[in-house]
C-alpha cells in the first residue's frame, strides 16, 4: 500500500515515466472510492427508508385510532354507545316516588319520525329520555327493526305529517290501549321529562277528555297545542279521537288537508268531540312543555319581537328565569348531542345537599292559574301595539 501511495504521489512529476504498477494502484483506490460512494448512499436511503417506515407505523397507529372514532360515530347513530350506563344512576337512590309513579301512571310515547332521521335523530331519543316512557314507539314511513318503527303508507314529506299522525293514534288505539293511560307525541327533536309528566298528570282523571301541550292560537283557527314540543292525550280523549273523529269526515277532515299543520288538525278533531286543551302552565303561571331551546325562552331577547311565538302563544310569555317552570316537561329544536348532555346534567348530576327529591310520595302538582279554561287570552304583541295606538 505504501509503494502505491508513493507512485501516485509521484505521478504529477514524473507523467512521462507511470509504471504499470502505478497504474493499478490508481484503478484499486478510483474503484475503493467509487464502491464507499455506493455503500455511502446505500446507506443513506435506508435510513430514510427506515424513516418512512416509522412515519407510516404512527400514520396506521392514527388511522386506527380514526376507525375506532368511525366505530364510535356509528354507535351513536344507532343509539348504543351510551346503553353500557344505562339507567345506572338515573335510579340508584331516592327513587321511590318515581318508581311508583311509573307504574299508576302509564306513559307510552311515541315519536313522529322520518326514514332518513332514523339514525341521525330517532336513535338519541331512544338512547335517552324515550327509555323512561312505559312504552315507546317510533312512527315512520319506513320501517326500521332496529329502533323499532312503525312504517304506514305515508310518504315521509312535512307535508304528510297530519296523515301519518292520524294512522299513528288509530294504530295505538287498536293495539296499546289498555296498556296505558296517557299518550304522549312528540317529535324527533324533542327532548321530554316523562317523570315531570307523570307528576303533572297525577292529578287528573285519565277517564276525562284532557289534553296537554304548549296552547298556541292563530286567527281562524281554533286554539291549539305545539306539536314540536309534544302534546299528550288521556285515555278518553284517545278513545273519542279514534272511535268518533276519524270517522267523521265532517268533523275531522281527512282529503286536501297535505300541507296543513299536524298539531292544528289535531285539535281541530279533539275541539269537536269535546276534548278539554289544559292549562298545562305551573301554579305560577311558568310554561311546562318550550317549543324551542332552553336558551331561546331563558335569555330575553333571544326570540326577536317579531317572531311569530310572541302573537301566537295563548298565554303571555313571560321573559328570562320566569319563563319556565322547574318541573320542566319538554324542550323542542334539540340536536343529537344536546340529547346527551340533558340526559347527564338532568340524570347523572348530584348537587351536594339539595339533591333529595323535592316531593315527597303522593304529593301532586298544584293547579295552573287557568285550569277552569276561564282566563282570557293574551292578545298578542301587534294587537296590543295597535290597540295602544288608537288610544
Known amino acids: 500500500v505504501y509503494d502505491c501511495l508513493r507512485d501516485l504521489e509521484m505521478i504529477p512529476y514524473r507523467w512521462n515515466v507511470i509504471s504499470s504498477t502505478s497504474i493499478v494502484c490508481f484503478l484499486t483506490l478510483l474503484l475503493g472510492i467509487l464502491i464507499g460512494l455506493s455503500l455511502s448512499t446505500i446507506g443513506k436511503e435506508t435510513s430514510k427508508i427506515s424513516s418512512v417506515s416509522g ?82 314507539l317510533f312512527v315512520s314511513g319506513k320501517k326500521d327493526a332496529s329502533l323499532p318503527s312503525v312504517a304506514f303508507p305515508v310518504p315521509d314529506e312535512k307535508g304528510h305529517l297530519w296523515g301519518k299522525s292520524r294512522e299513528a293514534f288509530k294504530y295505538i288505539y287498536d293495539k296499546y290501549f289498555d296498556q296505558a293511560d296517557w299518550f304522549y307525541k312528540a317529535d324527533d327533536d324533542t327532548y321530554a321529562i316523562p317523570e315531570n309528566m307523570r307528576y303533572v298528570l297525577s292529578r287528573y282523571n285519565t277517564t276525562e277528555p284532557l289534553y296537554f301541550g304548549a296552547k298556541l292560537k292563530k286567527p281562524k283557527v281554533k286554539n291549539f ?141 298544584p293547579p295552573p292559574p287557568d285550569e277552569d279554561g276561564k282566563e282570557l287570552p293574551w292578545i298578542g304583541i301587534k294587537e296590543e301595539t295597535k290597540k295602544k295606538s288608537n288610544v
Open 55 to 136: 412515519i407510516q407505523k404512527e400514520y396506521y397507529k392514527e388511522l386506527t385510532k380514526k376507525v375506532d372514532d368511525i366505530e364510535e360515530i356509528t354507535a351513536l347513530q344507532r343509539g348504543d354507545l351510551f346503553q353500557k350506563e344505562k339507567d345506572q344512576n338515573q335510579y340508584e337512590s331516592d327513587n321511590t316516588v318515581s318508581r311508583n309513579l311509573y307504574k299508576k301512571v302509564r306513559l307510552l310515547c311515541w315519536i313522529l319520525t322520518a326514514g332518513v332521521n332514523h339514525g341521525k335523530k330517532a336513535a338519541h331519543v331512544k338512547a335517552t329520555w324515550g327509555q323512561r316512557c312505559n312504552i315507546i
Open 225 to 365: 297545542f305545539s306539536g314540536g314540543s309534544g302534546y299528550i292525550l288521556s285515555k278518553e280523549a284517545l278513545r273519542r279521537f279514534a272511535t268518533i273523529s276519524l270517522n267523521n269526515k265532517t268533523i275531522c277532515k281527512i282529503k286536501g288537508t297535505e300541507g296543513i299543520e299536524e298539531d292544528v288538525m289535531m285539535a281541530k278533531c279533539l275541539n269537536n268531540v269535546g276534548v278539554k286543551l289544559m292549562d298545562s302552565r305551573d301554579e305560577k303561571g311558568r310554561e311546562r312543555f318550550l317549543p324551542f331551546q332552553p336558551s331561546d325562552h331563558l335569555v330575553p331577547g333571544k326570540i326577536s319581537l317579531d317572531h311569530w311565538y310572541w302573537n301566537n302563544v295563548y298565554y303571555k310569555a313571560k321573559k328570562g328565569e320566569g319563563c319556565c317552570s322547574d318541573t320542566l316537561i319538554s324542550l323542542h329544536h334539540l340536536r343529537p348531542e344536546d340529547m346527551y348532555v340533558f340526559d347527564y346534567l338532568l340524570y347523572r348530576v348530584r348537587i351536594h345537599g339539595i339533591y333529595p327529591p323535592r316531593f315527597p310520595e303522593g304529593w301532586t302538582a
